[in-house]
């Protein structure tokens, strides 16, 4: 089992959203089993369905809050990830997939690369200063800071939840679909499209928070399987910079 306080094998639904629940305990809602059903992965797949369903950042009209105001925390890695400046006490960081960099690396940091850029770019250097595979997570000090609004963590996912993403490195787009559940830590969604380059993404809630981080794809092309990341719970669990107050149950 990874390190970290681990997401449980039961999502239960409450509200209008989704919380997670000890295996055993007293289910307020319907529940969903996920554990034997998605154990499975594979990098290769990652598409949900026949067609990309990505849409421009700046066309973007969705239901995700705030997604004008997180859209701006996205970056570029390298050309060939995804990471998002997140808020912790310590001060703001990159965070992307741990399978992305190497600790120690320098990185080139891209931000505001876009359809129709809505702000000035800024491209900058990082050090990573934190990287594991399980939980698979970095975390990137910047030389630079840009002027945008650093992303919360949440411990709560929310029925839908979407990823805004550089897929194959293009310019910035939002996929949405619906959480699938939770197990072991990570958290899994469909009916929302990721590609290579989209790994490190941040998953956010309808509420405009983090709640995991993109790692892996299992989706089809006939819509079948999920794709997901880890929580930002057991990343916080496993970080030695980041503290419990920077996650919040919202």
Same mark, same amino acid.
């Given at each position: ?76 890695? %390298?050309?060939?990830?995804?990471? @998002? ?26 931000? %505001? ?10 491209? @900058? ?7 594991? @595979?399980?939980?698979? +997570? ?12 650093? @992303? ?7 029925? *839908? ?8 490195? *293009? ?17 899994? +969604? ?16 309808? %509420? ?32 030695? +910079? ?9």
């Amino acid at each position: 089992m990874p390190r970290g306080v681990s997401f449980v094998r039961t999502a239960v639904l409450l509200g209008s959203g989704l919380a997670l629940a000890a295996c055993g305990g007293d289910p307020k809602g319907p529940t969903m089993e996920i554990c034997t059903e998605l154990q499975a992965s594979s990098i290769l797949r990652s598409q949900c369905g026949p067609s990309e369903d990505f849409t421009p950042i700046n066309s973007y009209r969705g239901a995700i809050a705030d997604a004008q105001i997180r859209e701006d925390a996205v970056a570029l890695i %390298n050309g060939s990830c995804t990471g @998002t400046l997140i808020a912790a006490a310590a001060g703001p960081v990159v965070i992307t997939a741990g399978h992305c960099v190497g600790l120690g690396d320098t990185d080139l940091i891209a931000f %505001n690369y876009e359809d129709q850029p809505d702000g000035d770019p800024l491209v @900058t250097n990082g050090m990573v200063i934190e990287q594991a @595979t399980e939980p698979d +997570y970095a975390l990137i000090k910047l030389d630079a800071l840009p002027q945008v609004t650093p @992303t919360p963590l949440t411990s709560r996912p929310t029925d *839908r939840v979407a990823v805004i993403q550089h897929p194959r490195g *293009r310019p910035k787009v939002i996929a949405e679909g619906t959480l699938a559940g939770a197990c072991n830590d990570q958290v899994y +969604y469909s009916d929302l499209d990721t590609l290579v380059g989209s790994s490190g993404a941040g998953v956010l809630t309808s %509420n405009g928070y983090l709640v995991a981080v993109h790692t892996d794809g299992d989706c089809a092309a006939d819509g079948s399987g999920t794709n997901r990341g880890w929580s930002s719970a057991a990343i916080v669990a496993a970080s030695a +910079y980041l503290q419990a107050a920077d996650i919040a149950d919202r």
